[in-house]
């Protein structure tokens, strides 16, 4: 993990005080509600809905020292970039256009060569090596006032070279809209190779721009529905190894597998609680299914749900003291929403349609969905007493979504028609205007996103 040092910004710089709100989003969104919350921050964007005019932003390629080749020097810089252009909310302007050539982090930049070129902000960055370890800084400009935003400096091993441009990116952002990033981070999926009648399943786990793709299992075994730990290097997951489906534990750094519970029928649609110490999943018995809680330290199991039909798909609350669930104990896939005990059961969607894989924001103030109507498939959120639905995509086949640590963007899978379709990895914001497919290896499903990793 790299080791973090930080120079802060200009307190002086009028978007210091404000948190970066007149350089960012007022000036940048359009529909952006924007709420005081004195207690905590001096501004809360709240980024729901409305078309977006992006930030121009110049990211000249970061300078080497020396000690490391120009290129590698560049991949972060194009790291940086890519980060930002992909969130929807920043415009890397082309370097063609740029009059100030050579910037670098122990000068003042030539501000009004920016400003011709339109850039709102500037990002100027130098790498090099210092103990065998990679050293990076960066300095984030105000281009109007002509005030430092931010200064950083990070050190990590030469392969984290591209974790570092994730690291940077996700500073910058969080500088600019006053919100957490959520570049460092990774994707756990099941890759999907072979003809649609005999496809292989594998888990595999990449950075959420795509790189660095890793196999977790060999494709033995049927693997569905992995879950990332919110405390630790595992997973859960479900998989079709031995006589009987069961969910599994699994260390991604280490390879150690262990089953979750010794239960007499089918487990599957595993989830973590929100301290990693619990996992809720289903249990299949006798046609039914219903919802089952373990506590992963004692090993012991509540049962939540008993009813005659199908419970499945839950999702804690972030604070851990509810869980949302699907069901069709009404005659049709519904979202349902119970204490973490499991009373209180009530119903929250009402639209028409039928309703699965509901999946709490990390922020708690919306629930997103799979929803079915017309021979479509939907992703749309709600707010967690239902009300407030509002459709983000739509599609063949759309499903399973799963949220940014940052509760800002949505990643799920979009199957194609056709014997030689199959499921691609997509994200989408909660403006529903910035979609975007995130390449695989092969075809790719059932993902879900990481917390922030530093």
């Not at 005990?341 to 039928?354: L, M, Y």
């Not at 919306?366 to 079915?372: G, M, P, S, V």
Request: net charge negative; with cysteine.
């Amino acid at each position: 993990m790299p080791l973090k040092m930080s120079r802060p910004a200009d307190p002086s710089s009028p978007l210091s005080r404000c948190r970066g709100l007149s350089f960012a989003l007022v000036l940048a969104m359009l529909g952006a509600l924007v709420t005081a919350e004195p207690a905590k921050a001096v501004v809360e964007l709240n980024i729901t809905q409305g078309t977006i005019q992006a930030l121009p932003i110049a990211i000249p390629d970061f300078a080497g020292d020396g000690s490391v080749d120009a290129q590698a020097a560049r991949e972060i810089s194009d790291v940086v970039a890519g980060d930002l252009r992909a969130s929807g909310l920043f415009s890397p302007i082309d370097q063609a256009a740029f009059v100030e050539k050579g910037v670098g982090t122990d000068a003042v930049p030539r501000f009004e060569d920016w400003r011709v070129v339109n850039a709102q902000a500037l990002v100027v960055g130098r790498i090099g090596s210092a103990d065998g370890r990679l050293k990076a800084e960066f300095r984030l400009w105000d281009v109007f006032s002509g005030k430092q935003l931010a200064g950083e400096q990070f050190f990590a091993q030469p392969k984290e070279a591209r974790r570092i441009g994730h690291i940077i990116a996700d500073s910058i952002y969080e500088r600019i809209t006053g919100e957490k990033g959520y570049f460092d981070t990774r994707i756990v999926f099941v890759d999907e190779s072979g003809p649609k009648d005999k496809r292989m399943k594998r888990l595999a786990i990449m950075d959420q721009d795509g790189y660095n793709v890793r196999l977790l299992t060999t494709g033995q075994n049927l693997v569905l529905t992995p879950r990332f730990s919110p405390s630790t290097q595992e997973i859960t997951y479900m998989s079709f190894e031995g006589d009987t489906p069961r969910v599994y534990l699994l260390n991604i750094e280490t390879g150690q597998k262990e089953i979750v519970g010794a239960f007499p029928g089918m487990t599957f649609a595993p989830r973590f609680s929100p301290d990693g110490q619990q996992i809720v999943m289903s249990l299949e018995q006798e046609g039914n299914a219903n919802l089952f809680a373990m506590d992963l330290r004692s090993r012991r199991s509540l049962q939540l749900t008993s009813t005659n039909a199908i419970d499945t798909a839950p999702c804690y609350s972030p604070d851990g003291r509810q869980i949302v669930f699907e069901t069709d104990r009404d005659g049709s896939q519904q979202i349902y929403v119970m204490d973490a005990d499991g009373t209180n059961q009530r119903r929250i969607s009402r639209g028409e349609g039928s309703y699965s894989t509901p999946v709490w924001s990390p922020r708690g103030d919306l629930i997103a969905f799979t929803k079915r109507l017309g021979g479509e498939f939907l992703i749309g959120v709600m707010k967690p007493d239902g009300t407030g639905e509002r459709i983000l995509t739509e599609g063949f086949h759309n499903e399973g979504p799963t949220w940014a640590p940052n509760g800002r963007v949505l990643m799920f899978f979009r199957e194609s028609p056709g014997a030689t379709g199959g499921p691609k990895l997509y994200t989408i914001d909660l403006t529903g205007y910035n979609e975007r497919q995130v390449a695989t290896p092969a075809f790719g499903s059932d993902p879900a996103w990481s917390p922030l990793i530093n």
